[in-house]
């Protein structure tokens, strides 16, 4: 009890000790305390007890509302009045819905509050949910500054007209409005940012747009073992022809990670990659200056990035108007899908080298779903073809592999012989592999143009969102996910060890023998944590080789 109490007393002092210094801090330093407020408090704003009670009183019609604001930074009360009327919409008139998606926009935040793609699940089951693409609210601002998160601004000022947003404020001279346009179809949104002045002189304007987002950690998967790969959130920037995707929580924690800074970059497009889903922006301008940033501190969990994408557009005159326009997106990383929106969206997926491989091998799978209706058995038949296409190779090997088991006893014979002088053992196994006709590379013949193929395959496999949630047979529900009872990967080692010992270990000692013994083993623990689909693959490939084995040795036994 005693130690309860002084737990309590402590934590008391505790307390009372960081609101006193606290205050003493704002009183010494007020101009720090109150600049540093909006980057706190942009994502998201808070409203004042005038906007909350405006908010309660609106009903579902398209009539707007008005309230008072207060703003929170001493900056931007030399921009907007300390009471400013705000135009606000009712909620219900800051939802749109197209065929694919429902979006709700924020007025406090003048970007996007929630993308929910309808015809994508969140998980399996009946509880299942359309996927929120968002961990938070996107904020696309217009900004007038060359720095990073001053440009962010509070409340903004909304009307709607049809499935046309715009958020407007004033800033200095400058009347800057967002417009979101939504097509009845698809998963683009149309962004413009266009800045007028209204001095009476012309005012030099850097325009830039502004997207903000928190990316969160705290459910990333992740694994001891190798193989599956985490569906970590990433930051993305194509811009000269390069991309540079970095894992955001690296980004957020290492400094040395600075992404993308150029001036006069051809863009293609900058935003955040969540594995299966894309939210991007591509810049209608050629040419547009580039800054990738953080916004104040990096927890655990999560972590506040930012892009500002503009341009110094120099003089802009009385009463004149420049705008930026970009095209979003926000969707799924379906090939055919992306290909309509952006071509370089195909770099998301992370193919790489290998997309000469993996292209051909994903319209495969699909070209063979669209016969089955089933991923997982169109996965056993592409590699029932694989394993047809490449038995040129595996007769050669078997071949090989024949013939220099018939050989064996001479070639023991021979290491025996000059077992004490490893320089002429060698000099004359490769006469009697001249003198025969034997070459022992044949043997892994089969296995080098496999190589490729494997890794093209766990791509596709770990990477394609038409595999995500594609269920195969019994107690495999998602194709793209882990054998939940590690029942296929038990069932690929037992038949590499049995494919092992059906093969001729010719020329080899018993200490690489027992090596390759292991190497069962080896990738039946990588496979615990592959997505099931690349274990069937694997397992599929096992089997047809095995059998492919035993048909040939027959048939060599009897010539």
Known sequence: MNMERGSFVAIALCVLFYLGYTQYLSKKYPEYYTQQRPVATNLP????????????????TTTSTTATTGTANAADSALQPATATITRLPDTDLEIETDTSRYRLSQDEGGIASVKLKSFNDKLGESSEPIELLDAPLVLQGSIRGDQTSGLRGVFNAERNGRTIKFWREDGPWTVTQTFTFPDTGYGIDVAVSFKNNAPTPTDLNASLLQVERL???????????????????????????????????????????????????????????????????????????????????????????????QQMGL?????????????????????????????????????????????????????????????IAIILLTIALKVLFYPLTRAAAVSMHKMKKLNPEMTKLREKYKDDPQAQQRELMKFWQQHQINPMKGCLPILPQIPVFFAFYRVLSSSIELRHAPFFGWIHDLAAADPYFVTPV?????????????????????????????PIVF????????????????????????????????????
Request: glycine letters at 8%; one cysteine or more; a neutral charge.
């Open 45 to 60: 704003q808070s409203t004042t007890s005038a906007d909350q009670s405006a908010q309660s009183n609106q009903t579902g």
């Open 216 to 310: 969160s950690f705290a459910n990333v998967q992740s694994s001891w073992l190798p193989g599956m790969p985490a569906e970590r959130p990433r930051v993305m920037i194509r811009a000269q022809d390069s991309n540079e995707f970095l894992d955001a929580e690296n980004f957020c924690t290492d400094a040395s990670q600075t992404g993308v800074n150029a001036p006069a970059a051809k863009i293609d497009f900058v935003g955040f990659d969540r594995h299966y889903f894309l939210s991007t922006l591509t810049p209608k301008l050629d040419k547009l200056n580039i800054a990738t940033f953080r916004v104040g501190q990096t927890s655990k969990e999560n972590c506040f990035v930012g892009f500002r994408v503009g």
């Open 316 to 376: 802009v005159g009385a009463g004149e108007s420049v705008t930026l326009e970009f095209k979003g997106f926000f969707g799924p990383k379906i090939t055919e899908v992306m290909a309509l929106y952006n071509p370089t969206f195909h770099a998301t997926l992370g193919h790489g080298w290998l997309d000469v491989i993996a292209n051909p091998l994903m319209y495969a799978i699909k070209g063979f779903h669209q016969l089955t209706g089933n991923y997982g």
């Open 491 to 519: 069932l690929l080692t037992a038949g590499m060890f049995l494919q092992q010992k059906l093969t001729p270990m010719t020329g080899m000692d018993k200490t690489q023998e027992k090596v390759l013994m292991m190497m």
């Open 524 to 559: 039946g623990i990588m496979m615990l944590t592959l997505p099931s689909g690349m274990v069937i693959y694997m397992l599929t490939n096992t089997i047809v080789s095995i059998g492919q084995q035993q048909w040939l040795n027959r048939k060599l036994d009897a010539a």
